[in-house]
């Protein structure tokens, strides 16, 4: 691949995953600041009210991928994630060399966005919101939020070979679907896990809340790691395997008469 198309892939990894980190856990930040201003004292890192508080939130991470994904996904495909491209590197849909550009960009961009969070917000964003860190749920053991992140990913994956990689799919609703199940799965899993599905996601915060004064959260840091990239390798394989060959099959549409 010449060295200009991974340079321009590089930039829209780095920005793309920039712009999630920052509006996606922007709004889990700014809805503790909120609650922290209306009920001094009650906020902290990983504590959120209701089903409504991750409902916003999660929408706010859906659409931003949603987004990133018409931006940047006839670039470099918007991975945005780490879990996702090593999933794509296992089943050879992208090479080694570029996923480690890929991997690169989407950590740099991450700390990045977590970076202008805390530009735009202040002290507060660190000491109330924790920059938005992902952190298992009160009464959540470890193996348990590994294995709701391991699910999470599997499910987001999963889509995103059906609806991105399969050569049969169309790729004008890659990106609704990809980003409606993100903030399916936040929904679900937020108050749990955090739902990072995402190692990068949760790299960033946990980065700049060290170097920034903030809470040090790294021992968890497994969770987000391993539970995402082995949930994405699973079912990249499993996918690979059921759409193996299948162009030699005719596929009835459901709707067929």
């Known amino acids: 691949m010449a060295s200009c198309g991974i340079k321009k892939k590089f930039i829209a990894e780095l920005i793309g995953t920039m712009l999630l980190v920052l509006f996606g856990t922007g709004s889990a930040v700014v809805t503790l600041l909120i609650s922290d201003s ?3 004292g009650t906020a902290g890192i990983g504590i959120l009210g209701g089903l409504g508080d991750w409902i916003a939130i999660a929408l706010a991470f859906g659409l931003t991928v949603m ?5 940047f996904g ?3 495909g918007a991975h945005l994630n780490p879990a996702v491209t090593i999933g794509l590197l296992v089943t050879k ?27 735009c917000l202040g002290d507060p964003s660190v ?10 749920g009160m009464g959540v053991t470890y193996l348990q939020a590994m294995f709701a992140e391991f699910l999470g990913t599997f499910f987001l994956m999963m889509v995103v070979m059906g609806v991105a990689v399969d050569k049969k799919a169309d790729p004008g609703f890659a990106g609704l679907s990809i980003g409606m199940t993100v903030t399916a799965v936040i929904v679900v899993l937020g108050a749990f896990t955090g739902a990072s599905i995402n190692p990068a996601r949760t790299f960033g915060p946990y980065l700049m809340d060290l170097v920034l004064g903030g809470a040090n959260l790294w021992a968890y840091f497994p969770i987000y790691l391993v539970g995402p990239i082995v949930g994405a390798i699973v079912a990249a394989l499993i996918y690979d395997y059921l759409a193996k060959d299948n162009d030699l099959c005719e596929v009835p549409h459901p709707f067929q008469k």
């Open 38 to 40: 209306i009920t001094p």
């Open 67 to 71: 987004a990133c994904i018409y931006l």
């Open 74 to 76: 006839k670039i470099s």
């Open 93 to 119: 849909n992208i090479s080694v060399s570029d996923s480690i550009y890929y991997i690169v960009a989407q950590a740099i961009g991450a700390t990045l966005g977590s970076i202008c969070l805390f530009l």
């Open 127 to 136: 000491a109330i919101g924790g920059l938005g860190a992902t952190a298992p």
